[in-house]
């Protein structure tokens, strides 16, 4: 696998700052200091989730994260939620009632067919993901699909030569890429803070109860703690060092046969650097990501996938914490990102574009092949 560039950063002109800045040195001495004239706390530009042009969204699927999504575009955008979809006629109605959609559709077809929609939020189970973004793709829609942006890399492709074919807006809803402190992380690794990138670790390990059934546990819902919470530890490493020239994995598996656990080392021997993935759905994890470079290291407290600070401890002593506000969940930046790029008429956002889905996706499966989890739809598509 070759090395994938870092995403460029976003110049826009509609811009705000938050930040504070606080330093103290290693041997103790604490006081605030004037962001500007910090080293590692230069001027910062964040854009502003309420300045993104409106689209008219639907969500596929009324579950937790459409309920998060759709309470961050009701209080942190001007995004407007026209229709729901949902299987089924009463769930839907409810959803649409607690968000105020215009439209409640009892089938995803219905959704689908709904002119007055611009994009399709995908937030049904990791094994549907492909088959709600594809029929999206064919109905005309553009579309944001919930992490991880499918079950295998196949599939990923699948979706990527569609939305190209259609010249369709398609992009993974890792939201992490979006979050200020992720703005300001690669601000930092670009103007080379840090110096050369050397190691990495994230963790996101979270108990949950054994249920045959339910999504973290099915390999019929393509469960397992790689694609549901291990997805956001590999893309943050590769969104700072790229995609790894070889992987090493080790995981525990359940009785149902997806990973109860798993670590992998992404392996960069080109830039003589490594760093750690690690997930969990038996235990609770610290939620926390180091990066430490040849000139310092940052490190992300809990949750480090989430809106979150950055920790800026340099070589030469300095110690430093960035803080950004954040008006709502933090799904917002999100939203905000493809409503700008689409009334830009864009077709992807830089920072989470489809090519790089489809080569993570290579890499979840490279994982899974190694600690032996298969899903009955890799059958599918492989
Ligand atoms: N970005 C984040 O922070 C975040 C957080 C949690 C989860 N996620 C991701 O979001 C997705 C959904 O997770 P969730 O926690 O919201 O799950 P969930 O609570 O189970 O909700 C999923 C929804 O999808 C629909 N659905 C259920 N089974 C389905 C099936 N077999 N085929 C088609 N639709 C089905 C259901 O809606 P209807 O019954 O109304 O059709 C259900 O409410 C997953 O891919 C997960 O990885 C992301």
């Known amino acids: 696998m070759g090395e994938f560039e870092l995403g460029s950063s976003r110049s826009d002109p509609l811009v705000w700052r938050a930040q504070t800045c606080w330093s103290k040195t290693r041997q103790g001495r604490a006081g605030i200091v004037r962001c500007e004239r910090s080293t590692v706390s230069a001027v910062n530009l964040i854009p502003d989730p309420f300045t993104a042009p409106p689209l008219n969204w639907g969500i596929l699927g009324t579950g937790t994260i459409a309920h998060a999504v759709a309470d961050a575009m009701a209080n942190g ?3 407007r939620l026209a229709a729901v979809g949902s299987r089924s006629p009463a769930r839907a109605n409810e959803f649409a009632a607690q968000f105020g959609a215009e439209r409640a559709h009892g089938s995803p077809e219905d959704l689908m067919a709904d002119d007055g ?4 939020y995908i937030a049904t189970p990791n094994s549907a993901h492909h088959a709600g973004a594809r029929a999206a793709l064919l109905a005309g829609k553009h579309v944001l699909v919930e992490k991880p942006f499918t079950l295998n890399q196949p599939e990923a492709r699948d ?6 074919e259609r010249k369709a807006f398609l992009m993974e809803a890792m939201w992490t890429r979006f979050l200020p402190q992720q ?3 690669r601000q930092l690794i670009a ?5 050369e990138l050397v190691t990495a670790w994230a963790d996101f390990g979270s108990f949950n109860p054994m249920d045959a059934e339910g999504r973290f546990y099915s390999p019929n819902l393509g469960g397992g703690s790689l694609l549901d919470l291990g997805i956001y530890p590999v893309s943050w490493i590769v969104n700072l060092f790229g995609l790894p020239g070889s992987i090493r994995a080790s995981g525990l598996l359940t009785q149902t046969g997806v990973d109860a656990q798993m670590t992998a080392i992404l392996e960069y021997p080109a830039r003589e650097a490594s760093a750690v993935a690690m997930s969990s759905i038996v235990v609770d994890t610290p939620w926390e990501a180091v990066v430490a470079g040849t000139r310092g290291l940052v490190k992300v407290p809990r949750p480090f996938w989430g809106p979150s ?3 800026i401890e340099l070589a030469d002593g300095t110690i430093e914490e960035w803080t950004a506000a954040v008006r709502s969940t933090g799904y917002e930046y999100e939203l905000a ?3 700008t790029r689409i009334a830009a008429g864009e077709t992807f956002s830089p920072e989470m574009a489809p090519a790089e889905s489809v080569a993570i996706m290579g890499v979840l499966d490279a994982i899974r092949a190694q600690i032996g989890v298969r899903f009955p739809g890799d059958n599918t598509h492989a």
């Open 183 to 185: 703005i300001k992380l």
């Open 77 to 79: 955008t001007r995004q």
């Open 191 to 195: 103007d080379g803070a840090l110096g």
């Open 337 to 339: 990102e493809v409503a």
């Open 159 to 164: 979706l990527a030569d569609l939305a190209a």
């Open 117 to 120: 929609v611009d994009i399709v």
């Open 309 to 311: 600070s950055l920790i």
